[in-house]
């Protein structure tokens, strides 16, 4: 186990920890809930810095750190909505997109071809972030807080929508390409991984 899969891992942990802070009535659980989203938030940055740095990507980190990204954004706005902090068909939207870009981009390993995160999925989860750490601080500074949280809510739902058009796009881009390309790629990929494995 390397640091970079222990760092995706703790991500992982800390999910239900959050969502038990968040969902249970004591003073100052905003606080600890921030805090613990926001340590959560730090180890996808740096997972990612210490595999490239350490040449540590591995196939085991690919696997995980996606579902960590979205396993603690999903479990975070869902207990957001249980707490009436954001609408239920706000989050839907959001939390259905992370599932179909999860799809597309199964069918396209199955295909041969593996889609990393583009510009537009690392710009949707740093605007989750914030949006989930305003929304959390807005459970006991109503107002001004929660007023801004639904305003990125909105941008964070509109950002979504577009990462998944822009996945979408590339997907069909890549189906046009012949089979044969894509082995030759994922072969490439294959050995890459095997070195720094």
């Known amino acids: 186990m390397n640091l970079p899969n222990a760092l995706t891992l703790s991500r992982i942990f800390l999910t239900p920890l959050l969502v038990v802070v968040l969902l249970t009535r004591i003073d100052g659980k905003e606080i600890y809930g921030a805090l613990i989203f926001v340590v959560a938030a730090l180890t996808d ?8 740095k350490r040449n540590q990507v591995t196939a085991l980190g690919k696997l995980l750190d996606p579902i960590a990204d979205k396993l603690l954004v999903s479990s975070a706005f869902i207990s957001l909505v249980e707490l009436k902090l954001a609408p ?7 939390v259905g997109r ?40 807005a459970d006991t500074y109503k107002e001004h807080w929660l007023l801004f949280g639904r305003f990125l809510l909105w941008v964070t739902m509109v950002v979504s929508l577009i990462s998944a ?25 294959a050995r890459k991984e095997k070195i720094v494995s």
């Open 45 to 52: 940055y740096f997972d990612g810095y210490f595999a490239r």
């Open 88 to 94: 239920a068909w706000m989050v839907t939207i959001i």
């Open 98 to 137: 992370e599932f179909a870009v999860s799809g597309i981009r199964s069918i396209a390993a199955s295909l041969g071809h593996i889609m990393p995160a583009n510009w537009f999925g690392k710009t949707k989860m740093v605007v989750q972030i914030f949006t989930i750490l305003v929304l959390i601080i």
């Open 165 to 189: 058009v822009s996945y979408l796009i590339t997907f069909m881009k890549l189906r046009r390409q012949p089979r044969i390309v894509w082995k030759e790629e994922n072969e490439q990929e």
